[in-house]
């Protein structure tokens, strides 16, 4: 096997994690539900997912999706998008639940995830967060929902963990007060939010080295070399 390669890359060297120092404060967790019906059952699966994080000692804050407008070069300054990124990058992992409307996630939770930039200015709102998926769907149970939103986790670089829930019939499944029965379904979500705990401590304090790509390092390396191109590389800071 050759041992050179064209075009010159920078050398390989085994990824290390450091051993950071653990933070001790409570996991800060950020649930985004996807309806604006007044009885929102995927609002009522996530406030029920909130409160059985809290009570294990969590800081759970929600977004209300009520007045957030749709994605558009308008309405960047927009009060409601302002609070959207900065919960985001507060938090430390999400939960996303969504309705499934015709085999797919709510056009209100996507809304949410497109005014989600992948990078704004030198911050990544969601990347590295840890990320829990779950759905409420009208009929039999399905997984198309979830399977969407674990594909917009990955595009956004979160690091969704491997459980999830899928809440069928969801109208039989609450209380008239929004509490959720005591069932399977609940039992499976207290599960969900169990290994979104323990994914987030494991990880929170790592992010950054978790997301480190080589290609992303190879261009910021490249950027920072000096070029015969730009005035101030030529003749000085200052290009005089």
Request: hydrophobic letters at 30%; a positive charge.
């Given at each position: 096997?050759?041992?050179w390669?064209?075009?010159?890359?920078?050398?390989?060297?085994?990824?290390?994690?450091?051993?950071?120092?653990?933070?001790?404060?409570?996991?800060?967790?950020?649930?985004?539900?996807?309806?604006?019906?007044?009885?929102?059952?995927?609002?009522?699966?996530?406030?029920?997912?909130?409160?059985?994080?809290?009570?294990?000692?969590?800081?759970?804050?929600?977004?209300?999706?009520?007045?957030?407008?749709?994605?558009?070069?308008?309405?960047?300054?927009?009060?409601?998008?302002?609070?959207?990124?900065?919960?985001?990058?507060?938090?430390?992992?999400?939960?996303?639940?969504?309705?499934?409307?015709?085999?797919?996630?709510?056009?209100?939770?996507?809304?949410?995830?497109?005014?989600?930039?992948?990078?704004l200015?030198?911050?990544?709102?969601?990347?590295?967060?840890t990320?829990?998926?779950?759905?409420?769907?009208?009929?039999?149970?399905?997984?198309?929902?979830?399977?969407?939103?674990?594909?917009?986790?990955?595009?956004?670089?979160?690091?969704?963990?491997?459980?999830?829930?899928?809440?069928?019939?969801?109208?039989?499944?609450?209380?008239?007060?929004?509490?959720?029965?005591?069932?399977?379904?609940?039992?499976?979500?207290?599960?969900v939010?169990?290994?979104l705990?323990?994914?987030?401590?494991?990880?929170?304090?790592?992010?950054?080295?978790?997301?480190?790509?080589?290609?992303?390092?190879?261009?910021a390396?490249?950027?920072?070399?000096?070029?015969?191109?730009?005035?101030?590389?030529?003749?000085?800071?200052?290009?005089?």
């Open positions: 096997m050759a041992d390669h064209d075009g010159n890359p920078p050398a390989l060297a085994r990824p290390d994690l450091p051993v950071p120092e653990r933070s001790t404060h409570p996991p800060r967790i950020l649930i985004l539900h996807g309806s604006l019906r007044e009885r929102s059952y995927s609002r009522f699966l996530g406030e029920e997912a909130g409160r059985i994080l809290t009570s294990v000692g969590c800081e759970v804050r929600f977004f209300d999706p009520e007045d957030l407008p749709l994605k558009g070069p308008k309405h960047e300054d927009h009060p409601k998008v302002t609070e959207l990124r900065a919960l985001s990058e507060w938090s430390e992992g999400q939960v996303w639940c969504s309705p499934e409307i015709h085999g797919a996630v709510s056009g209100v939770f996507k809304n949410q995830i497109d005014w989600l930039p992948l990078k200015g030198s911050v990544r709102p969601t990347q590295g967060r990320l829990a998926v779950m759905q409420v769907s009208g009929g039999s149970q399905s997984f198309n929902t979830v399977n969407t939103l674990r594909r917009l986790g990955r595009w956004m670089r979160m690091i969704t963990i491997p459980n999830q829930s899928s809440v069928a019939k969801a109208y039989n499944e609450f209380h008239d007060d929004g509490r959720m029965k005591d069932s399977a379904y609940r039992d499976r979500v207290v599960d939010m169990e290994e705990i323990r994914f987030t401590l494991l990880t929170r304090d790592l992010r950054e080295p978790l997301v480190s790509r080589y290609s992303e390092r190879r261009e390396a490249f950027k920072a070399r000096p070029s015969e191109g730009r005035p101030q590389d030529r003749i000085g800071k200052q290009g005089l």
